[in-house]
Structures are given as C-alpha cells and as structure tokens.
C-alpha cells in the first residue's frame, strides 16, 4: 500500500489548477429516487464524452519539450485513449492508442478523428502493456497509463474536487457519499482524495469485480480468465494497480457488482428521467442505487463516469 503515498490530496489541488483552462466543470443534477433526493455528476457531457481527459490532461501536461516532440502512447478500450487523444492534439503531439479489436466502433473512429494512430488488439490473448512498451522503447514516447500513474489519478480526482463543490454551493448538506465506476480505479481513488470524509463506494460489472474483491481480500487479485462478457466495456479492466489499491483499501473503501441488466435499466432511466445519454461503463454507479445494492444516504452523489455510446445500442436500451 505504501505506493498509495506516491499522490496525495495536494496533488489533486495542483492538477485542478492545471487543468482547469482545458476541461468542462460538467453539470452536477438533482435527482430523486424512491424519494430519495441524490445528485448526479454528469462526467458523460465532459470533452470526449468522458473524464478521462481531466487524467490525460493532467500528465501531457507535465511532459517537456523533448517528450512531446516524441509524443506519447496509451492503452484504452475507448474513453481513456480519446482523453489521451484530444490532450495531444491540443499540444501538438503525436499519439499513438492500443485499443482491443472488440472496443465499440464509435470510440475507435473517435480516437482517430482527433489525430492519433490506433493500433488494435486482441484482449484475451494479448498484452496491452507489453504492446505499448515496445511501442514507446521503438520511438521514445511516453507511456500513458489509464489509471496506474499519480498524476492520471490527481487529474481524476478534479472531479471530486468540483461535486464536493458545487454540492456546497446548492445549499444541501456536507457530501457523505459518492458511487463511483470503476476499472482500474484511477476515478475513486482520486475522488477518495479529493473528498476525504465521504464514504467512496467503487461500483464493477459482475465477473469483474477485481478492486471489490482485492478489497475484501486485502491483496490484490486479478480478474479471472473465466470472466464473463460484459457491455461495460469502458470499466472491464483485468487487473487494479497498487496505486488506485492502496489509495481505496487505506479508507476502507467497498464496493458492489451489477449485473447487464441492471447497467442497461440504468441506461434507459438516466434517459427518460433526465435527457441524459449514458454508455453501460459510465453507468454502473446508477445501477448499483437502482438495483438497491448500495443504499442512498442524505447528500448521495452518483459520478456518471461516461457517455460514449453507439447510438444504435442506445436506441435499443431505452426503447
């Protein structure tokens, strides 16, 4: 755990400085539930449909002139590799994006249109990792993790910084509890410190469920080879890092699982409820209150992590 140690609360505070010219402060929206008032963090009207820009942007950043002209090389099944993407873009450096063969079709045409190479891979039998490496050993760029870097981390925990803010300024009650997708957990562990007297619950698809399990277990666990297909493509990540580990296991963090179903019930409320257009992994966290595996407790917020969904998948969810 002690790489946990590595970002910190201040690294947050600097990195929402940082960024705070080149990322949208989005939208947090009253909501009500079995009658329970919560609020909903609206990452999904984020640039790139996700947060994962507040991460990327955040690191290119802090790269100097001799690494930028090299530019940089990530791994991502979509919403990570647009935020690498577009932040290069933006500071005229090249990309190049490993994305599994089977990522949705408007994340990988996503990533191209804002100028970078993508390679595609194949998820069961190959390594993302060990592919960006020899990529980045080749041509000298900087690898760009999606979540196992502190400063991908302290970027992602802007978000934290802004709910437990404009919470504040709505004039409701000190923040208590915030649900939260997670993968890899860069997302709740950077909320984690940003907030840190709010109860973090990271919220997995079903099969994989790897931070929900490491934290029950105390170690780290990766997911099993056996795991289940899942449309949450945006949070199915093998394995948590001992960065995002650390950081959820040191505040006690649990978690739940939910099923398709559940993500797709989900979908279709945060669209005929709100107008709001959510992709399955951007959507957990709504599950896991709808579905009643976490319960809502005065000042709930649910971060909607995403919104990068085929518009024909869309349709059929909330037919």
Known sequence: MAESLTVTRDDVLAAAGRISRWVERTPLIEAQIRGHRLWLKCESLQTGGSFKLRGATNRLLQLNDEERRRGVVAFSSGNHAQGVAIAAKRLGMPATIVMPADAPELKIENTKSHGAEVLLYDRRTEDRVAIAERLAESTGATVVPSFDDPHIVAGQGTVGLELAEQLSISGAGQLS?????????????????????????????????????????????????????????????????????????????????VSDAEVAAAVRWAWHEHGLTVEPGGAASLAAILSEKVAVVPETVIVLSGGNIDPALHARLVA
Do not use: H, Y
């Open 177 to 257: 509890r915030v649900v939260v997708n997670c993968g890899g957990g860069g997302l709740a562990a950077g909320i984690a410190l940003a907030c840190p007297d709010a109860d973090v619950v990271p919220i997995e698809p079903d099969g994989w469920d790897d931070m929900l399990q490491s934290l029950a277990l105390g170690s780290i666990v990766p997911v099993g080879k056996d795991a289940p297909a899942t449309m949450c493509d945006a949070i199915q990540t093998p394995q948590v890092s001992p960065i995002t580990f650390g950081i959820l296991a040191a505040r006690n963090a649990r978690g739940a699982a």
